[in-house]
Nanobody, 123 residues
Framework: QLQLVESGGGSVQPGGSLRLSCTAS????????IGWFRQAPGKEREGVAC????????DYADSVRGRFTISRDNPKNTVYLQMDSLKPEDTAVYYC????????????????RGQGTQVTVSS
């Protein structure tokens, strides 16, 4: 079965950190760009970060730039999202998605999409 699985979500206080993982099963991520998205209650899903298949091209949403870091470990078939200096407004379900080739903006354009992991930032 071809799937992406997110892990690493949880509850953290403002200013804290979490590291999310996106692991593929049934296929290799080597040739896929990986995007992280999030969706907060009552809001539309938004792109957070994206990394190209080679890792040489990375893009962040303005709201997370300087606080979040996306990286990939192809031998482990995993992409990470390191989230530091978390804020309450970062609370959302976080999803990863894989697209053959380069990053795209639209969630529905990605070839594979995960089921999400909850991140809650609250004091």
């Amino acid at each position: 079965q071809l799937q992406l699985v997110e892990s690493g979500g949880g509850s953290v206080q403002p200013g804290g950190s979490l590291r999310l993982s996106c692991t593929a099963s049934g296929f290799t991520l080597d040739y896929y760009a990986i995007g992280w998205f999030r969706q907060a209650p009552g809001k539309e899903r938004e792109g957070v970060a994206c990394i190209s298949s080679t890792g040489r091209s990375i893009d962040y949403a303005d709201s997370v730039r300087g606080r979040f870091t996306i990286s990939r470990d192809n031998p482990k078939n995993t992409v990470y999202l390191q989230m530091d200096s978390l804020k309450p407004e970062d609370t959302a379900v976080y999803y990863c998605a894989a697209e053959w080739g380069g990053c795209v903006r639209d969630w529905y354009e990605f070839d594979f999409r995960g089921q999400g992991t909850q991140v809650t930032v609250s004091s």
